[in-house]
Nanobody, 123 residues
Framework: QVQLVASGGGSVQAGGSLRLSCAAS????????MGWFRQAPGQEREFVAS????????YYADSVKGRFTISRDNAKNTVYLQMNSLKTEDTAAYFC????????????????WGQGTQVTVSS
């Protein structure tokens, strides 16, 4: 079973940046798409970004387009989420997950989940 460890979260002011990392172990993730999701207290988990197995295509929620960038380094078995121009509404626990090779925007397509890392954006 693949194990995912998300890190890089923290507290920043609006307009700041964070870079999240998702390190996989136990299994290689090079053949799978990867995704980032987030969940704020009292809200449903929502899609943020995903990337295909090769990194050749990426997908983003409208709310983060132009601000967030998902990338991967299969040699390091790691996926990243660069978050710029952070807004208070980006505050949430962020989770990475393993999904279909060609990517997806739906959480139901992702089967292995990391523990999450908290991102808090203050005004």
């Amino acid at each position: 079973q693949v194990q995912l460890v998300a890190s890089g979260g923290g507290s920043v002011q609006a307009g700041g940046s964070l870079r999240l990392s998702c390190a996989a172990s136990g299994r290689t993730i090079s053949s799978y798409g990867m995704g980032w999701f987030r969940q704020a207290p009292g809200q449903e988990r929502e899609f943020v970004a995903s990337i295909t197995w090769s990194g050749g295509a990426t997908y983003y929620a409208d709310s983060v387009k132009g601000r967030f960038t998902i990338s991967r380094d299969n040699a390091k078995n790691t996926v990243y989420l660069q978050m710029n121009s952070l807004k208070t509404e980006d505050t949430a626990a962020y989770f990475c997950a393993v999904g279909p090779p060609l990517g997806s925007t739906s959480s139901v397509d992702f089967g292995s989940w990391g523990q999450g890392t908290q991102v808090t954006v203050s005004s």
